[in-house]
């Protein structure tokens, strides 16, 4: 199956330009994965061959890197209702 690029994902009226809720619905089943579909045992296993030292690089969000990055931390709490 193929998926459209951002730019030419379709309008939602009402949501932000990229918005791609119905995206991977399939058979006219509503789907909640999104694109955790694409975390298939194939792409583990390319990405585990990937490996070279072992090394973990954690990807948790500290909040006093707010500061460092220049983000006032309020814009980083905000949440706004998505979904159809």
Do not use: C
């Not at 390319?46 to 931390?73: F, M, Q, T």
């Amino acid at each position: 199956m193929s998926y459209p690029k951002f730019d030419d994902l379709p309008e939602v009226e009402g949501q932000p330009k990229g918005f791609a809720w119905g995206v991977f619905d399939k058979d006219g089943k509503k789907d909640v994965l999104g694109t955790l579909n694409f975390i298939t045992k194939e792409a583990v296993t390319a990405a585990a061959a990937e490996v070279k030292d072992g090394v973990s690089i954690s990807l948790k969000y500290r909040p006093s890197l707010h500061s460092l990055l220049g983000i006032p931390i309020a814009m980083l709490t905000a949440h706004s209702p998505a979904g159809p």
